[in-house]
């Protein structure tokens, strides 16, 4: 039984570090929080990570350290548990922006034709792989609030700039291109993507592609909520 359990708990590590983004997108699909979407693989590797500690401390530590080594049992038990987690984080590494939400408030911002009726613009150029990847995000935070309106403003004159972008975006997300390039330049300070919180068609706050994290995400639909 005892053998069972090892494992048991070493397998299941093993299948939450093959299907860790999987687990992030069933949590995300789920309507829980960002927040606790990008935890929850990270969390369940703890969990099994002490889980296999305690296997060891009862089977194996306190068979094999002598008495006089008592110090090292904490110190082993801590670095079994950190185990899974450490493979977790090398695999699917936290960056700084994952958990950021600081961005920048915009106050008496110009009212244009590109916000109108629009609760996020994402200010984008042509070509930018940044820009392009950024859309799955924006597709499912669709899916997680159909009633919100995002716009995907490219800032070219050139329609033929927009065919990937359209291509990716599908129905769900709206695609145009605009002439108010040094105006929206000028908004995103040259970092693209630049997502941009609207309200009365005026934009209140952005979040540069490195801040736009988690909590960037349920501050934006807390506020869309309200």
Known sequence: MKYFLISFYTLTSVLVLYFFTSIEQWVI??????TS????PYLLLVIFGILIARWFSKFFIYKIISNRLKFLRPIVFVVITAIPFVIGFVLNPIYEGDFSKQGTEIQNSESITEFKNVDLAVIAIPGCPFCYHSISKLKQLKARNPEMKIKFIVCTSNKNDLKD????GGKDITVIKTDKIEFLGKMAEGKFPTFVMVKNNKAVYSWSNDQFGCLALDQLESEFSK
Do not use: D, L, Q
């Not at 699909?29 to 960002?34: E, G, K, L």
């Not at 972008?165 to 990716?168: S, V």
């Open 37 to 40: 979407a990008k935890i929850a």
């Open 29 to 34: 699909n789920s309507n829980f929080s960002w």
């Open 165 to 168: 972008y359209i291509a990716e």
